[in-house]
Nanobody
């Protein structure tokens, strides 16, 4: 059993910054890629940023230059630094990890954290 726990969400004014964290816990697993997704009301879930175990990253066009994803492999934690936030960034942000438990690959999701950007 692997759990992903997000933290760092909240309310921020447009132009402000927030940093999200997502820590993976459990036993007997290794983490491949980790990612942040978001889902706004009435919209489909979308990929915000992804980072591989080797540190390669990719971002949604809407956040390039404003958001930075990073990870600390020793802590099994992924971060999302969000700068120059806009009202359209308002959404529930969910952490995702691609995992391997020695027998199978599987994906795990966090419960999500709300980000609200006021204009």
């Amino acid at each position: 059993q692997v759990q992903l726990v997000e933290s760092g969400g909240g309310l921020v004014q447009a132009g402000g910054s927030l940093r999200l964290s997502c820590a993976a816990s459990g036993s007997r697993f290794s983490i491949n890629a980790m990612a942040w997704y978001r889902q706004a009301p009435g919209k489909q879930r979308e990929l915000v940023a992804r980072i591989t175990s080797g540190g390669s990253t990719n971002y949604a066009d809407s956040v390039k230059g404003r958001f930075t994803i990073s990870r600390d492999n020793a802590k099994n934690t992924v971060y999302l630094q969000m700068n120059s936030l806009k009202s359209e960034d308002t959404a529930v942000y969910l952490c995702n990890a691609d995992l391997f438990d020695g027998l199978r690959f599987f994906a795990s999701w966090g419960q999500g954290t709300q980000i609200t950007v006021s204009s």
